[in-house]
């Protein structure tokens, strides 16, 4: 069974930086985050793949940076001029190359002043 380690989240105020690590029990094709708010939905944040190539949803661009160490297997999301719409949980998402897919538990990051 695939286990995904997240870093702790935190309060951070608005116009600060964050950053997630995610660690993989074992190399995994594409490692992502995806975020929930209260009262939303879960909705996709940023991916990478493991050759090469990364994603971003529309409303972090620009500020938020994913990254990727194929040896530690861990995927990192850098997270800057953060706003009080960030405010969320954050879920780390790995999939395997046969398309299986593997959820961390989620890690709180609230942005308030």
Same mark, same amino acid.
């Given at each position: 069974?695939?286990?995904?380690?997240?870093?702790?989240?935190?309060?951070?105020?608005?116009?600060?930086?964050?950053?997630?690590?995610? #660690?993989?029990?074992?190399?995994?094709?594409?490692? #992502? /985050?995806?975020?929930?708010?209260?009262?939303?939905?879960?909705?996709?944040?940023?991916?990478?793949?493991?050759?090469?190539? =990364?994603?971003? #949803?529309?409303?972090?661009?620009?500020?938020? =940076?994913?990254?990727?160490?194929?040896?530690?297997? =861990?995927?990192?999301?850098?997270?800057?001029?953060?706003?009080?719409?960030?405010? #969320?949980?954050?879920?780390?998402?790995?999939?395997?190359?046969?398309?299986?897919?593997? /959820?961390?538990?989620?890690?709180?990051? =609230?942005?308030?002043?």
């Amino acid at each position: 069974q695939v286990q995904l380690v997240e870093s702790e989240g935190g309060l951070v105020q608005p116009g600060g930086s964050l950053t997630l690590s995610c #660690a993989a029990s074992e190399t995994m094709f594409v490692m #992502a /985050w995806y975020r929930q708010a209260p009262g939303n939905e879960r909705e996709f944040v940023a991916s990478s793949f493991r050759f090469g190539g =990364t994603s971003y #949803a529309d409303s972090v661009k620009g500020r938020f =940076t994913i990254s990727r160490d194929n040896v530690l297997n =861990t995927v990192y999301l850098q997270m800057n001029s953060l706003k009080s719409e960030d405010t #969320a949980i954050y879920y780390c998402h790995a999939r395997r190359e046969n398309n299986i897919d593997y /959820w961390g538990k989620g890690t709180l990051v =609230t942005v308030s002043s």
